[in-house]
């Protein structure tokens, strides 16, 4: 396309944003810019690209892209979701405290407790769907808080746009884990977060081919620190991972639709089924969050958690099923399922798992856009050995 997309609709950017046609060939695709250097132009001559972990023009087009997406000034790709999360916590210093969701992925977890908390950062673990637990678990010390929502895999929502009216008021950032949801479903910088990420990882590359993250910032002085902390740190994206993440982000919207409209006839049978003890999934009227996500964001996304009573029945389910793939991960194109207990949250000690409900029997679906009829067969068949 020609001219700036900065004002066109959200699947329009998708494409373009940060992406204009390459001046020299015109080539539609960004290049991949597989080179560690840039040739100067001479001493004392300052050039747009030097050294490749600091600049990278396949990387600036998706930083573009996703500063675009998620309505922020800058974004800046790690080379996973770890490494963003790890950009973003370069903000706290020494004796600072962070308000964090109780149920956050549990890679996340493992990093707060065992990595920062050495480094004299402390952490609270609040249940963010409630709003008076935010508020009583800020100190002077809080310079953050940190959300995910829906949480990780039981499935808490939290009101952002309250969080961030609680949050700045004492004098505290909020960060939001936008992982599940994704920019087509919900922007949470617009809702008044400060700091968004992503693990690309997931729905945003969307094929379960690359591993990566972006953190997205709101302000410009914030932004031009997690630049400084990609150049300092040097966790960037590779150029591939950059191009990949941008090739996927193109049909982020209809992937998504294809996703959400799978997962709601799943969750139908999966309601119906004597078998599944609980379905959690937010888009059901019934979820306590419901009314939330349903203000807050523009859908419920693909992601659904079993109850199937004990870890000897979703031993039984995951073993038979076919279609659907028993892999950590979630957001690719093909349906996942995975026991979160042993795989995603086993780092969270099993105390902390059973307050929060993420018990030996929880099933997580990522559901994919295969034919949902042979996903409800493949659920019906395995359901059937439990
Ligand atoms: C919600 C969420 N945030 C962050 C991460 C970490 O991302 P990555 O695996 O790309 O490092 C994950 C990974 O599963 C996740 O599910």
């Known amino acids: 396309m020609k001219g700036d997309p900065r004002h066109l609709g959200f699947a329009t950017r998708a494409i373009h944003s940060g992406q204009p046609p390459d001046p020299r060939t015109g080539a539609v695709a960004v290049p991949i810019y597989q080179t560690s250097t840039y040739v100067q132009k001479g001493l004392g ?19 573009e892209n996703m500063a675009s997406l998620e309505s922020g000034v800058s974004g800046h790709a790690f080379a996973s979701g770890m ?20 149920n956050v992925y549990g890679g996340t977890y493992r990093y707060f407790t065992r990595l920062l908390e050495p480094y004299n950062l402390s952490f609270s673990w609040v249940d963010t769907s409630d709003l008076a637990a935010v508020e009583a678990a800020i100190t002077p010390q809080t310079r953050m808080v940190y959300v995910e ?19 700045h008021q004492r004098g505290a950032w909020v960060a939001v884990d936008n992982t599940f949801l994704s920019p087509y479903l919900q922007r949470p910088l617009e809702l008044g977060a400060d700091f968004v990420l992503h693990s690309t990882t997931k729905f945003l590359n969307g094929h379960s081919d690359s591993i990566g993250g972006v953190l997205v910032s709101k302000h410009k002085e914030q932004g031009e620190w997690f ?62 969050g419901h009314e939330i996500q349903k203000r807050q964001a523009s859908g419920f ?12 029945s979703a031993k039984a389910l995951l073993d038979r099923m076919r279609v659907m793939s028993f892999a950590e991960s979630l957001g690719g194109v093909e349906s996942l399922i995975s026991h979160p207990a042993s ?25 994919g856009i295969e034919n949902v009829e042979d996903l409800l067969t493949d659920l019906d068949q395995a359901l059937a050995a439990v």
């Not at 929502?149 to 949050?167: C, K, R």
């Open 45 to 63: 001559e300052p050039a747009e690209f030097e050294y490749a972990r600091v600049q990278n023009p396949t990387r600036t087009a998706l930083e």
């Open 83 to 102: 490494a963003a999360i790890s950009g973003l916590m370069t903000l706290l210093k020494a004796g600072d405290h962070a308000v964090v969701s109780r």
């Open 149 to 167: 929502t829906p949480t990780n895999p039981v499935m808490d929502i939290a009101d952002i746009a309250a969080i961030a009216g609680i949050a």
């Open 227 to 288: 630049a400084f902390v990609q150049k300092s740190e040097g966790a960037v994206l590779s150029p591939f991972d950059s191009f990949l993440i941008l090739r996927g982000i193109k049909t982020l919207p209809v992937r998504m639709d294809r996703h959400e409209q799978n997962a709601r006839q799943i969750v139908g049978f999966l309601l119906r089924h004597p078998k599944v003890r609980k379905v959690l999934y937010p888009g059901l009227p019934e979820h306590p």
């Open 301 to 312: 996304d693909s992601m659904i958690s079993i109850e199937m009573g004990s870890y000897a």
């Open 343 to 367: 795989m995603t949250h086993a780092s969270v000690p099993a105390e902390q798992r059973a307050r929060l409900g993420l018990t030996d029997g929880l099933v997580r679906i990522s559901v």
